[in-house]
């Protein structure tokens, strides 16, 4: 399996609050509702479940996410179910201070070889916007 580590970021909440979060996902239904109809229209059919995060992928159909692991306040891991490929996300977390946390995400794909010079970089990106992702989360 190849692994892309996407940008570590730093978050301004202590990691038991961070690792909290994101590792019970039912809470991010209750977020979700309460968006403007115009903003849940831009998730495109993501949909939160207390320990999975279902998706339409384009090309591929509907892609679920569900935790397959976690390591108390340091570690939550995904698998991917409904992917043609094994692929696993992984975020990992690091304390920088009581009131800060690094993160960083990375996945895990399986690829050949061959193929990683064409489709690398795209998974490079996507493994960058998670990071992003999780900044806007917890501004």
Sequence with gaps: MATYSGKAVTLPRPIRQIYEKISDLSQYRDL???LPEEQRAHLNGV?????SIKMDAPAIGQLIFRISDRTPFTHVGFTAEGCPVPLALNIDLKETDADSTQLTPSIKIE??????PFIGNKIQEAADKFGE???SIFK
Excluded: S, Y
Aim: aromatic content about 12%.
């Design 111 to 116: 690829i050949p070889p061959m193929l990683r």
């Design 133 to 135: 992702v999780f900044t």
């Design 47 to 51: 949909i939160f479940e207390g320990e």
């Design 32 to 34: 979700v509702n309460q």
